[in-house]
């Protein structure tokens, strides 16, 4: 009787302490520093596609083989890992494409990650390669100017005219790309990569190569904890009860 009490309230007590993070984030390093990425839970198939992969180790040793300074950062290509100087990239990933999930108030703000694709009329995405928004800064008059030449007099949100006047970025791929998280920290990153010399398929002259790492439950949830201005757990009983746990969510 004893035992079951005990074996009750020990159940209990991970239940309670096993607490889920709110999201799933990303540290991904590069040559020219650190980023850290939360994934959107608005879009779960590009979401959990990329933590697959991340967990995987499927990014490690890859370029980022396209770069184009004031638009974006692009990598994910398998083929890149041992490419050949001059060699042509862009082509390679997964047999498989993730279903579009674009979604109107996910906007490409510079530090948005968003899915690479070809022109499928469906919209989907590759399942690998992926583009790290830089864009630029955009006066009211130069949304203005958007809208009516390269949007065919379709309105921007108020939202939309917020951020790429404020925060900058590239406004014309909005409704074409599945945008699916953005860096929390590291976004000079983007800029360092964006400013490499590059050749005339806009590889980067030297190479600048990623790897990524998913953070752990605790990990996650200690970052949210001090996100809202709380201590992270880091105690022996966290450690204690976190055995029971699932490393990651």
């Known amino acids: 009787m004893k035992l079951n009490l005990l074996l009750l309230c020990l159940c209990f007590s991970v239940s309670v302490w096993a607490k ?3 999201h799933h984030y990303v540290v991904i ?22 933590v697959k992969l991340v967990k995987d180790g499927y990014y490690d040793g890859l370029l980022f083989h396209r770069v184009i300074q004031n638009f974006m950062i692009q990598g994910g290509d398998p083929d890149s890992r041992y490419a050949a100087e001059k060699q042509a990239l862009g082509n390679g990933g997964p047999d498989y494409r ?12 510079k530090g948005t990650i968003g899915a690479a694709r070809d022109n499928n009329p469906a919209k989907q995405s590759s399942a690998s390669q992926f583009y790290l928004v830089q864009g630029r800064v955009f006066s009211p008059a130069a949304l203005d100017s958007l809208e009516q030449f ?14 790429y006047s404020t925060i900058g970025g590239t406004p014309h ?7 699916f998280g953005e860096l929390l920290s590291g976004v000079e990153v983007i800029d360092s990569i964006a400013a490499v010399a590059t050749d005339e398929r806009d590889r980067p002259l030297k190479d600048v ?22 201590k992270p757990k880091t105690g022996l009983l966290t450690k204690f009860f976190d055995l029971f746990s699932s490393r990651y969510y």
């Open 98 to 109: 993730i279903p579009a999930e674009i979604q109107e108030g996910l906007i490409h703000k």
């Open 29 to 50: 390093k590069t040559d020219k520093g650190e980023c850290l990425l939360k994934l959107y839970n608005e879009t779960p198939k590009h979401r959990d596609n990329f």
């Open 150 to 163: 390269r949007l065919n007099g379709k309105k921007l949100s108020a939202a939309q005219r917020q951020a």
């Open 209 to 230: 190569r990623m790897s990524m790492t998913l953070l752990t439950r605790r990990e996650a949830l200690n970052l949210e904890r001090e996100a809202a201005g709380l």
């Open 20 to 22: 889920t993070p709110a």
């Open 173 to 179: 791929l909005d409704g074409n790309y599945t945008v």
